[in-house]
């Protein structure tokens, strides 16, 4: 005898995980009224650099670019883009690719783009989360995430960028051996982010002496918002680097 069959098909919504955004880690993104200049350059400039994504995990980066860049590096929340830039410009064969929702930091970088006719970088200009899950697994050298928003009182700290799950995401777009750089003059950021590093089995962190932390890495690129020492502490600068053993993503 076969089962009876039940009068009308089961309810799959409800067996479906719930799916949240991320908690969201900036701040504003605009507001302010946009100049002539401004509104070209996000216009007709943007286009030109935009990332559009496809489907999870499938995105090579290496093909964004018209020449094959030696390695691809990706800045989360570069600000106004000094230190973007300024990397794009003293490395010429990398593939820089920066994220940024606020719309005036994109304006800026890409007026500095313009000026500097940088043809190596591209931008995507959302929450880098979405990037990072579009991206193929081991496909990036070096991710910089420097002076990240604070999120310094206690409510807010859940929306801080750094969280466990979100290192296993940097873990699976980091290649074996590639580079996390990490800034903050924010005390306890930087005690929570060491912490989260040094317990992350994907993560080794590089330093050897106290110089290695407390002073800038030689080839960093000082920013407008960096020099303004907002934060309670002198910058640290936090170097991992992806344990070249197998990570299997949770
Ligand atoms: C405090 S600012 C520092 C900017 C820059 N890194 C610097 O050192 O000058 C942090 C930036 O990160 C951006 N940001 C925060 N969460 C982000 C996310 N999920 N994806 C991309 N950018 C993000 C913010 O919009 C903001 O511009």
Not at 42 to 58: C, N, S
Not at 159 to 183: S, Y
Request: aromatic share 8%; glycine share 8%.
């Amino acid at each position: 005898m076969s089962p009876e069959k039940p009068e009308s098909p089961p309810d799959l919504a409800h067996n479906e995980p719930e799916v949240h955004p991320p908690i969201r880690s900036y701040g504003r993104i605009g507001g302010r009224a946009l100049s002539a200049r401004q509104k070209r350059l996000l216009d007709e400039r943007l286009p030109e650099f935009e990332i559009t994504l496809t489907g999870p995990g499938a995105l090579d980066p290496n093909t964004l670019f018209k020449t094959l860049p030696d390695e691809i590096w990706l800045e989360i929340g570069f600000g106004g883009g000094e230190h973007m830039i300024g990397q794009a410009r003293h490395h010429p064969n990398i593939g820089l690719i920066g994220c940024e929702p606020y719309i005036d930091g994109m304006v800026k970088a890409l007026s500095g783009i313009e000026t500097a006719d940088l043809h190596n970088v591209r931008l995507y200009m959302e929450d880098a989360r979405g990037l990072l899950a579009a991206l193929k697994a081991n496909s990036l050298a070096r991710i910089f995430i420097l002076f990240p928003d604070p999120w310094p009182k206690k409510r807010q700290q859940k929306r801080r960028l750094i969280q466990v799950d979100f290192l296993d995401t940097l873990a699976r777009v980091l290649k074996p051996g590639g580079e996390l750089r990490f800034a903050t003059d924010v005390a306890s950021y930087a005690n929570e982010a060491l912490a989260h590093f040094i317990a992350h089995p994907a993560f080794d962190w590089t330093a050897e002496r106290a110089e290695d932390w407390r002073v800038p890495p030689v080839d960093h690129m000082t920013t407008r918002y960096e020099v303004k020492q907002l934060g309670d502490c002198r910058p640290v600068w936090f170097e991992f680097r992806k344990t070249a053993g197998e990570f299997s993503v949770p």
